[in-house]
């Protein structure tokens, strides 16, 4: 892989660790490991538990990386009030950024009420990056429509998958179908994750470069 190539996935990278309530000693490692020969990755995505603390070392290692929390963790299906309790305690703590799953199950059975989700969060949010779990949908159509409609609530971005969910892994056609909603907002980006190799990230990127999208990464680890 070539040096330029490294840099702009970097730069792209969500870098990840979702246990909940780890250490300090594992939170300064995941920061380290954030600053890289490479430049920073764009983003650090914590549990809601942790965002305080990265917060804090951040800020003392003056580093632009945003602090990313994840809110309705691991398959939102939690009580929406309670999602949008724990995302707000996550913006207090200095989150720029909140990627929330959206109730894929319920969606999947004709349910809308995630759209309200949606609203609710993406007006207590600075940026909000919705997490669909697209390999979960088996019908092309209802994925982009949904991803429209999510769009049309507030997202700023939407997320291919968790990384933790029990559905297939990621897939390029997903990401193709997400490209093509966001492309038709101003501003909408992607964030690909779940199983995604090295030839689906350089793919990924190039889609959104085409329609000048935003993109992101998601992994759990970066190799220098």
């Not at 929406?80 to 996550?90: F, I, Y």
């Not at 909408?188 to 959104?208: H, N, P, Q, W, Y």
Request: proline fraction near 4%; charge should be negative.
């Amino acid at each position: 892989m070539s040096p330029d190539l490294r840099r702009r996935l970097v730069a792209h990278l969500d870098l990840t660790d979702l246990r909940p309530r780890l250490d300090d000693a594992a939170l300064e490692r995941l920061v380290e490991r954030g600053a890289t020969r490479f430049g920073p990755v764009a983003g650090l995505c914590v549990h809601a538990s942790n965002a305080a603390t990265v917060r804090h070392l951040l800020d003392a290692a003056r580093l632009s990386t945003r602090l990313v929390v994840i809110a309705g963790f691991p398959d939102g299906s939690q009580n929406p009030d309670a999602v949008l309790t724990e995302l707000r305690v996550a913006c207090d703590d200095g989150a720029d950024e909140i990627d929330l799953l959206y109730p894929y199950a319920a969606a999947l059975q004709g349910d809308r009420s995630g759209l309200d989700l949606v609203e609710r969060a993406a007006g207590a949010t600075r940026v909000l990056k919705v997490i669909l779990e697209s390999s979960a949908w088996d019908d092309p159509v209802a994925l982009l429509a949904t991803a429209r409609s999510v769009f049309a609530a507030g997202a700023a971005m939407i997320k291919t998958g968790s990384g933790s969910a029990t559905v297939p892994p990621f897939r390029i056609t997903d990401a193709e179908l997400l490209t093509e909603a966001a492309a038709e907002t101003p501003s909408g980006g992607i964030k690909v994750s779940g199983g995604v190799t090295l030839e689906l990230a350089t793919r990924s990127l190039a889609l959104a470069r085409r329609d000048r999208k935003s993109t992101r990464l998601n992994s759990s680890h970066v190799s220098e």
